[in-house]
């Protein structure tokens, strides 16, 4: 079946370092990804989104690519500020579900220190 | 941005009690609305599908009689807890989607933290 596998968390890195945050996944037919994020108490905010191969989802200074060729699509950072700090999650639409229900990732908490 | 809100944000009740749980999309037509609920520290869990106007898509493992979805209309979905109980407590989150079939992004409302007593 379909899934997402996301880098276990927490991270914790200090202001204005790099961050990647791997996302794998499996899935038949061409699925959509998407990165949400989630702060404390709150529900999920849309971050990017990719639709097909190749294609490279970017807001706020995160950005990720749609890699078919390594199922993958890590999330990148130039330069995180303590605002950063959340749980990110890494999602698929599963196109095999009929509903395009999503398939989430087990979350990534990131803890950036000023 | 496409914007759903949910409401209450937070409900504490005692053992026994129903609870309703409100989700609107303020800005766009829902054609589907989704229910997940959410354990401390944990990914979401997908209850519930709910299509407009039709009966809601449970997930293996969620009682459909405790946990009763109503997606009435364009721009509400509600869910209520029926007789909850301790276990029940968790956050539970909605969101919405324009369209029925489609790979299109789904919007999350803030969740609601519910605490059985």
């Known amino acids: 079946g379909n899934s997402v596998t996301q880098m276990e968390g927490p991270v914790t890195l200090s202001e204005e370092a790099f961050l990647t945050i791997n996302c794998t996944y499996t899935?038949?037919?061409?699925?959509?990804l998407f990165w949400y994020v989630q702060y404390p108490g709150e529900g999920l905010q849309l971050l990017l989104k990719a639709t097909k191969a190749d294609d490279k989802g970017s807001n706020k200074g995160f950005e990720a690519t749609y890699r078919k060729e390594t199922t993958s699509f890590h999330l990148e950072k130039g330069s995180v500020q303590v605002s950063d700090s959340a749980v990110y999650f890494c999602?698929?639409?599963?196109?095999?579900?009929?509903?395009?229900?999503?398939?989430f990732g087990t979350g990534t908490r990131l803890k950036v220190l000023a | 941005g496409a914007v759903v809100s949910q409401h209450p944000s937070r409900v504490i009740c005692k053992s026994g009690t129903s609870v309703k749980i409100e989700c609107r999309s303020l800005d766009f037509q829902a054609t589907t609305m989704f229910w997940y609920r959410q354990f401390p520290k944990q990914s979401l869990m997908l209850m519930a599908t709910?299509?407009?106007?039709?009966?809601?898509?449970?997930e293996q493992g969620v009682e459909k009689d405790k946990f009763l979805i109503n997606h009435a209309s364009l721009t509400l979905s509600t869910l209520t807890v029926t007789s909850a109980h301790p276990e029940d407590s968790s956050f539970y989150i909605c969101?919405?989607?324009?369209?029925?079939?489609?790979?299109?992004?789904?919007?999350f409302g803030d969740g609601t933290r519910l605490s059985i007593l």
């Open positions: 899935a038949t037919g061409y699925p959509s």
């Open positions: 709910s299509n407009e106007g039709s009966k809601a898509t449970y």
């Open positions: 969101s919405a989607r324009k369209d029925v079939y489609s790979n299109q992004p789904q919007h």
């Open positions: 999602a698929l639409s599963d196109p095999t579900s009929g509903t395009y229900k999503y398939i």
